[in-house]
């Protein structure tokens, strides 16, 4: 179970949410002297900040289900048949679904978060003992997550407001202007070194903080810094210049060069950190096995930070990103109720991107749905229901995987199946991973490269880069290939499909619109199966593998899974029925790519955005901030690009 659900202590998170929270003036205000004297009342007022992750169209809903990282060349976000605007980058300043007329949008929680922060940091300084251990740790909490939700502000809408100091010591508050994002990068690259510094590694962390993966720690800090450092030395849209293409955020080629030094560096203090090290999980289904059943001890995950969510009171992370499970409540294990959005399909051409015998793909992408019922789903005809499962007896309800179309194959990295709970609702309680170590192996890779500019660092600190890669792809179960910068792009592909990075690395790399557009191009090419998917087959055959009850919700019943060695048609050259073929031996037969409404990945049916506007992908792969935001920031605010005149 979970050591510490900061997102369901609300009630105990003080009264934060006002502008001037230390006015005192208001009777309700707390004491500053009095609150950050005390490392117990201070922890208490860091879970304000967690609190916000957890909030409606935050967190629990929104940023970790699908909303900010949609749509790339490998993920697809299906909300709306598709065509949810967010999924299509053709949002507008009043987008449903993200933006509220009061303000509570993920803009708002975002900022709510940083203010908190910037009253935590002020208090601490001012007021704390630092010399004590926990007051150390909490003032390193406090650089952390601010710099995390400022950096997840600069990915979702570019330039934000800079704004560092609390708003009961600026006057400007709300009301800061929007500024260019690398003000904001420069400065959580400062917070973040002195968050590494104050904060120990997870076993020292005071309290419940140790040891846990809902609280950060010094590899925390080490990893984001790569990560901010990776961002600011890659490319970006700037609002002068975006019809011209992505260009570097900075023009200064030793700056870049001193980004990827830096890069290396804090990969260095936890690669070669023996304690460290150990995260490194050596089979890569049970990094997400882990997750789902909620692992939070740090030493037995391979997750630097995650945000945590209480069990099954808060957060929806498994619900939007697993495959769907609506008609198997009460039959499959731990669903004994809740829907299933599961608004995340991964794109198939993927499927074929993957080398033979790499261990993600199964692990990454699922082809099927579950289902509960008396095989009805499966087929209409009861005696072919018996033929496809002769285990099933005559009118036993049975549980078994029903075959998708080629354009509905799900994220499979989050799986019911896998909780150590019983689901009974739409909030699951599934963490929602931030980073992990696999990622800090890569980004070293990268950076030994010199990143997307060739910008090589002066210093690798003892770190190989190669050797980096080649673990990833070791635990993959695939061969070593040369350490390039387009082999490093597809390897991040096949490692964090589905966990909302590949969208932000497309887009520091300057090749967001182009991926896409090539994407679509594959996609009509699979459809047809035409150029590299020429040989593809439009059937697929397959038998029903009995299991028993290994993924049942309860005693008697009976499970079965689609067999993965008696499967045809799948590969190139799969044409027709396998030479075993027949209704009578189990075999079931099903077309893929034709369905009722046409070619399942025709344009018209399948769009990773709107092709109508293709330039909008120069400027609208940022977010619009809202306009109820924009309204209340008295001109402080605005939106650039195409959005400044969007209505439509």
């Known amino acids: 179970m979970k050591t510490l659900k900061y997102i369901a202590i609300a009630a105990a998170a003080v009264t934060l949410a006002g502008c001037n929270f230390f006015d005192s003036s208001s009777p309700s205000a707390m004491d500053a002297a009095t609150v950050f004297a005390n490392p117990n009342s201070t922890e208490q007022v860091i879970a304000g900040v967690y609190e916000q992750f957890g909030q409606d169209k935050s967190y629990r809903n929104r940023l970790a289900c699908g909303y900010q990282g949609m749509n790339t060349d490998v993920e697809h976000g299906n909300k709306n048949s598709g065509r949810a605007e967010w999924n299509i980058y053709a949002m507008t300043p009043t987008s449903g679904d993200l933006s509220t007329a009061n303000g509570k949008d993920p803009w708002g929680y975002l900022n709510s978060a940083i203010e908190r922060c910037n009253n935590i940091i002020e208090g601490i300084e001012q007021y704390g003992d630092t010399a004590d251990s926990k007051m150390r740790y909490f003032l390193g909490e406090a650089y952390f997550l601010r710099s995390f939700c400022y950096f997840q502000m600069v990915q979702i809408w570019g330039d934000v407001p800079a704004r560092f100091t609390s708003i009961s010591k600026d ?184 080398a033979d015998g790499d261990v993600r793909r199964d692990v990454t992408m699922a082809r099927y749905i579950w289902v509960y019922d008396n095989g009805s789903e499966f087929n209409s005809t009861p005696d072919n229901v018996v033929l496809a499962f002769p285990e099933k007896g005559s009118d036993d309800k049975i549980l078994y995987q029903k075959n998708q179309m080629v354009g509905d194959w799900y994220l499979n990295k989050y799986r019911v199946e896998w909780m150590a709970r019983n689901r009974t609702g739409n909030d699951d309680g599934v963490n929602f991973p931030i980073i992990r170590y696999a990622d800090v192996l890569l980004m070293a890779a990268e950076a030994s490269i010199g990143g997307i500019g060739g910008d090589m660092p002066t210093n690798t600190y003892g770190i190989d880069g190669k050797v980096c890669f080649d673990k990833v792809r070791t635990r993959a179960h695939v061969g070593t290939v040369d350490l390039t910068m387009e082999n490093l792009q597809e390897e991040r592909k096949f490692e964090f499909t589905g966990e909302y990075i590949r969208k932000y690395d497309l887009m520091r790399w300057g090749i967001l619109k182009e991926t896409l557009i090539a994407a679509h191009e594959r996609l009509a090419l699979m459809d047809k199966h035409e150029g590299e998917f020429a040989g593809l087959p439009d059937t697929i055959y397959f038998k029903y593998k009995y299991v028993g009850e290994e993924y049942s919700f309860a005693a008697g019943i009976k499970g079965f899974i689609i067999d993965p060695d008696s499967t045809y048609g799948l590969k190139k050259g799969e044409i027709g029925a396998p030479a075993t073929y027949s209704k009578e031996n189990g075999w079931v037969k099903t077309a893929i790519y034709l369905g009722s409404s046409g070619r399942e990945l025709a344009p018209d049916n399948y769009m990773l955005f709107d092709r109508e506007y293709p330039d909008r992908l120069n400027g609208r792969q940022y977010w619009p901030i809202f306009s109820v935001n924009v309204g209340q920031s008295e001109g402080a605010l605005w939106n650039d690009y195409d959005y400044a005149n969007a209505a439509e």
Do not use: H
């Open 171 to 354: 006057e400007a508050g709300l009301k800061t202007p929007k500024s260019d994002r690398t003000n904001v990068l420069k400065q959580i690259r400062i917070d973040l070194k002195k968050a590494a510094e104050l904060m120990p590694w997870s076993s020292e962390c005071p309290g419940t903080a140790a040891n846990y993966t809902g609280r950060p720690s010094k590899g925390a800090a080490y990893a984001l810094l790569a990560r901010v450092d990776l961002t600011y030395a890659g490319k970006g849209v700037r609002p002068a210049t975006w019809k011209n293409g992505p260009e570097f955020l900075v023009d200064d080629a030793s700056l870049r060069q001193e980004l990827n030094t830096e890069v290396m560096w804090a990969c260095a203090q936890i690669i070669k950190n023996s304690n460290e090290t150990a995260k490194f999980q050596d089979n890569y289904e049970d990094i997400f096995k882990k997750i789902c059943a909620d692992e939070t001890n740090y030493y037995n995950s391979e997750v630097f930070w995650e945000i945590a969510f209480a069990d099954g009171s808060r957060g929806q992370v498994l619900q939007y990103n697993c495959t769907k499970v609506d008609k198997a409540l009460g039959g499959l294990k731990n669903n004994e109720g809740g829907s299933s959005n599961s608004s995340v399909t991964i794109v198939p051409t993927l499927y074929y991107d993957f």
